[in-house]
C-alpha cells in the first residue's frame, strides 16, 4: 500500500459562458484533451457513514472509462477546495457497482454531466454542461492563476459541490428528479455535444 497523499485541489464557477472561455483557453494556447462528452456517476454509502464524515465513494463511466474515486473530507485554502483523493480505473462499472452492492453499500446519489477537459500550465480545466446550468472547474495547484488568466473572478467561485447546488435547485424546483440527470432524450444530449464541438472547432 502506498503511503504517499494524494490531495485534489480545485476552485469551481458556475453559470459561466462556456464559449467565451473557450475562446480564452485558445488565446492563452491551452491543450484540449478532449471533446464534449457524457459521463454518469454513482455515490455509494454504507448507512449514511460516509457522509457523516464528509466522505465520498464515488463510481464514474465516460469516455475514459470505469474510475473508482474516494474523496475524503474537504477544506479550503482561500478559495481553493483540497481534499484527499484516491482514485483507480476499473474494468465494468456494473460489475463495480454490483460488487460494492454485495459488500452492503448503496447508490445514494446519481449525477451526470457532460465536460470537455483542457489543460493549460498543468492544471486541468473542466467545462461542465449539467441539467441545472454551465460550470467550470480548475484543477491543479496553479489552478487560482489560471482562472485569474481566463478572466474568472475568484470572489465569486462555487464551494458547493454539484449535490449541494442540486439539493438548492430542487428547493427552488420541487418538480425536479430526484438525481440530477439529464431527461431520457439522447437526441438532446447528442445536440449539446455537437454544439460544443462546433463552437471549439
Known sequence: MSDEVQLEREIKFSEVDHE?????????EAERLSAPSF??????????AL???GCVLRLRS???????????????EGRMKVRQEYETSVGDHKQAQALFERLGYRVVRRYQKIREEWQLGGVN????HTPIGEYAEFEGGGAETVARRCGLDLETSERRTYLRLYEAYRADHPEAPEDMVFPEDSLRISATLRDGQRSSD
Open 125 to 128: 480545466i473542466s467545462l461542465d
Open 39 to 48: 459521463e454518469d456517476n454513482w455515490l455509494f454509502d454504507l448507512d449514511g
Open 62 to 76: 465516460d469516455v475514459h472509462g470505469a474510475r473508482l474515486t474516494y474523496k475524503g473530507p474537504g477544506s479550503f
Open 20 to 28: 467565451q472561455l473557450r475562446e480564452r483557453l485558445l488565446e492563452l
Open 51 to 53: 457522509e457523516a464524515k
